[in-house]
T-cell receptor, first 117, second 114 residues
Framework: AQKITQTQPGMFVQEKEAVTLDCTYDTSDQSYGLFWYKQPSSGEMIFLIYQGSYDEQNATEGRYSLNFQKARKSANLVISASQLGDSAMYFC??????????????FGAGTRLFVKA | NAGVTQTPKFQVLKTGQSMTLQCAQDMNHNSMYWYRQDPGMGLRLIYYSASEGTTDKGEVPNGYNVSRLNKREFSLRLESAAPSQTSVYFC?????????????FGEGSWLTVV
């Protein structure tokens, strides 16, 4: 069954330091995709990064990188050089069902990140 | 581009009332979703539509119905609202290309059932 787990309800990081947010997943599909989204206190959902299951290289987008370890079924988000504006809720999500023509996508419970000055 | 547009943005219902949340996207995407987000929690999938004419249950479908009216529009209906359905509802659409996937979200609809 499709499942996403984020085990860190809250994380603190010092400004300018790097932080890793954990995400593990479970699926029986061979083709799937993993996303990270940021939700600031204003409530909108902001796309950060995507990794396909067949992508051999870890995805990177500016200060965000996705540490994809397929055998361990983990897709951790690394934020380098944290900024005060990074304080937000972060969600990991998984899309499966490509082979069946659907794209069912579920989200984890989220990790709240606090960046300290 | 408007992206994903949801209406209404805010709604207060009495227990037992019905209402429909409207969603439209102008990006020609095939797949669309409805999620709910309870305070301090993650997004839970209610229903999704892989393509025009198809709908499937997500994680929490009970108490809801959906209609994929055409490729642009995907509506969510609460037939008999309950206080447990007080939540923020997000509509989203999916773009899949050879270079990657992205899910685009609406701004959310705040629903309170009293």
């Amino acid at each position: 069954a499709q499942k996403i787990t984020q085990t860190q309800p809250g994380m603190f990081v010092q400004e300018k330091e790097a932080v890793t947010l954990d995400c593990t997943y479970d699926t029986s599909d061979q083709s799937y995709g993993l996303f990270w989204y940021k939700q600031p206190s204003s409530g909108e959902m902001i796309f950060l990064i995507y990794q396909g299951s067949y992508d051999e290289q870890n995805a990177t987008e500016g200060r965000y990188s996705l540490n994809f370890q397929k055998a361990r079924k983990s897709a951790n988000l690394v934020i380098s050089a944290s900024q005060l504006g990074d304080s937000a809720m972060y969600f990991c999500a998984m899309r499966e069902g490509f082979n069946t023509g659907g794209f069912k996508t579920i989200f984890g419970a989220g990790t709240r990140l606090f960046v300290k000055a | 581009n408007a992206g994903v547009t949801q209406t209404p943005k805010f709604q207060v219902l009495k227990t037992g009332q019905s209402m429909t949340l409207q969603c439209a996207q102008d990006m020609n995407h095939n797949s669309m979703y409805w999620y709910r987000q309870d305070p301090g929690m993650g997004l839970r999938l209610i229903y999704y539509s892989a393509s025009e004419g198809t709908t499937d249950k997500g994680e929490v479908p009970n108490g809801y119905n959906v209609s994929r009216l055409n490729k642009r529009e995907f509506s969510l209906r609460l037939e008999s609202a309950a206080p447990s359905q007080t939540s923020v509802y997000f509509c989203a659409s999916f773009r899949g290309t050879s270079s990657g996937n992205t899910i685009y979200f609406g701004e959310g609809s705040w629903l309170t059932v009293v």
